[in-house]
């Protein structure tokens, strides 16, 4: 996740973007048969504001993932919930603010 700097800021679902910063990054996406690999898609609230840039920044996510990502975002750490398996962080953000800001 590190490597290619996370998910972008810019837009919410949007795994294209996380395709092309994986392939810049140099990692390869592999694409199993549904014999052996399957998933089920997580619901999405409906109430998240849609991008309206989204396919300009779709076709600049190359350019723009080593400075815009996880080394960019803004949060603020509500609470932090530790189980056996794993961690469970919540935080809070200003969606509007993050869809409103500026990259190169």
């Not at 994986?22 to 619901?43: C, D, H, K, T, W």
């Not at 932090?80 to 993050?98: A, C, G, H």
């Amino acid at each position: 996740m590190k490597k290619v700097n996370g998910y972008s800021n810019m837009y919410f679902g949007e795994d294209d973007d996380f395709r092309a910063r994986i392939i810049a990054s140099g990692f390869q996406v592999s694409r199993y048969p549904l014999e052996i690999g399957r998933y089920l898609m997580v619901n999405h609230p409906k109430d998240q504001q849609i991008n309206p840039e989204r396919f300009k920044l779709l076709y600049k996510a190359k350019e723009r993932f080593k400075f815009e990502g996880l080394n960019s975002i803004e949060y603020e750490i509500v609470e932090i919930l530790r189980f056996n398996l794993y961690t469970k962080i919540k935080v809070n953000y200003d969606q509007n603010s993050i869809l409103n800001k500026k990259y190169r």
